[in-house]
């Protein structure tokens, strides 16, 4: 296929029939339109489709509890008793984690506070909390409330990283700030992927700088779990926590995962707020009065499991399972470079890409800032069949996600957006 092929129906239609992954699209429930037609749907980054099998596994459960009641926690077909841990090797393959190391359990922002009661441990001299530019709102309420907690304000203890230009952090920037005031900060908490400009960050590079300076080092992944190729393990940062509903696929509100590194792991002195299910699961139901942690991740846990999101979850992770990271990463590269090439071919001065080019500092996420936007131009691509996502206030965010999105996907986004403009 020539260059001059690119921006036409049958050069994506192409792409899709060599596509080793392109089997995965018809193991999801696409939204419909009106017309009989699937949506576009561009909108992982905030809700991952529906595996098929998702319903499936979730109406075993609800038979179980029929059949079974209370004895379902150790006869249904999937105990519930043990039921987080089914999912444990695969999450921990998809964060690129050891299974001591991973545990899936309550919500994300639940998770980080839990976390920081850990790993924020602020003194008057080393108190300060560095976090990226731009974060979600949720993380800056999360940190702003820990500082608050320990008796700081929040205006002196919470650092917001500057761009160097437009929405671009760069490494420098982060050393440069770390060699001002690393002395200062208790710890780093940065987002894996900045959810506005999808930009990703440098998970090795910015733990490394951080220990070096004697911070505790944090990641929220909401929007790199099952997006970016995550080393963790090796990446070597004390801990980290995600959502599900994107990326993941596990529904609406579901349920979050935390990493805690493994030099961690059998660290009874640390600080943490203990629950029934974090201790020592041979003995936990003789209902003894003192707290005896497990090792690893799992120490963290409060409560016993939700099922029913933990099936719908399991349904996705399977096909993660089966399709890879690296190859779901591959595909991932491609279907940006292919969006980024047609929006170059498009060079329309309304729009600006604000995602780094480079593949390596950016996921599936491509943020197109939209000049003079009032937001009629994402109205007019949704009636057209597009779902996407609108940030304000000018920031239309487009998720290719390469489980079930086709190239084909991504050239009639842009003959869309072509026509609208």
Not at 119 to 145: G, H, M, W
Not at 171 to 183: F, H, P, R, T, Y
Not at 270 to 299: D, Q, T, Y
Not at 395 to 420: G, Q
Request: charged fraction near 25%; hydrophobic fraction near 40%; proline fraction near 5%.
């Amino acid at each position: 296929m020539e260059s001059v092929q690119l921006d036409t129906g049958a050069y994506a239609e192409a792409l899709d029939r060599a596509d080793p992954l392109a089997r995965f699209r018809d193991r999801f429930n696409l939204p419909i339109q009106a017309n009989g037609e699937p949506h576009i749907y561009l909108c992982g980054n905030s809700l991952g489709l529906q595996p098929k099998k998702a319903n499936e596994y979730v109406q075993q459960e609800m038979e179980d509890w029929s059949k079974l009641g209370v004895e379902g926690h150790i006869h249904a077909r999937h105990p519930w008793m043990p039921y987080h841990e089914f999912l444990t090797s695969s999450m921990a393959r998809v964060v690129g984690g050891k299974e001591i190391e991973v545990v899936v359990m309550n919500s994300l922002t639940v998770n980080l506070h839990l976390l920081m009661v850990s790993f924020y441990r602020p003194t008057q001299k080393r108190f300060k909390i560095l976090i990226e530019y731009s974060p979600f709102p949720s993380d800056r309420f999360a940190v702003e409330s820990q500082a608050r907690f320990h008796g700081f304000d929040p205006a002196e203890a919470v650092i917001e990283m500057q761009p160097d230009v437009d929405d671009y952090v760069s490494m420098a920037q982060i050393e440069s700030v770390l060699n001002e005031q690393g002395e200062e900060i208790a710890l780093v908490l940065i987002g894996g992927v900045n959810y506005y400009s999808g930009q990703a960050y440098n998970i090795k590079s910015i733990t490394e700088l951080a220990h070096a300076k004697g911070a505790m080092v944090g990641f929220d992944l909401a929007h790199a779990a099952g997006n970016l190729h995550l080393n963790l393990h090796d990446d070597g940062p004390d801990f980290a926590a995600w959502c599900s509903y994107k990326y993941l696929n596990s529904g609406p509100g579901s349920l979050s995962g935390i990493f805690v590194h493994e030099r961690h792991a059998y660290d009874t002195t640390l600080p943490r707020f203990h629950g029934w299910w974090g201790h020592n699961k041979s003995n936990r139901f003789k209902m003894g009065p003192v707290f005896e942690p497990m090792a690893g991740a799992e120490a963290w846990q409060l409560s016993n499991p939700p099922i029913l999101p933990l099936a719908a979850m399991r349904a996705s992770m399977e096909l993660f399972d089966e399709a890879g990271m690296s190859a779901l990463r591959e595909k991932s590269v491609k279907l940006t470079s292919y969006l980024l090439k047609l929006l170059e071919i498009l060079d329309h001065p309304k729009i600006k890409v604000i995602t780094p080019s480079r593949s390596e500092e950016r996921g599936c996420q491509i943020s197109l800032q939209i000049k003079d936007a009032d937001k009629s131009m994402f109205d007019d691509i949704t009636n057209r069949g597009v779902i996407a996502d609108w940030r304000e206030p000018d920031v239309i965010r487009i998720a290719t996600v390469p489980l079930y999105n086709s190239y084909k996907d991504v050239y009639d986004f842009y003959s869309l957006l072509k026509e609208a403009l």
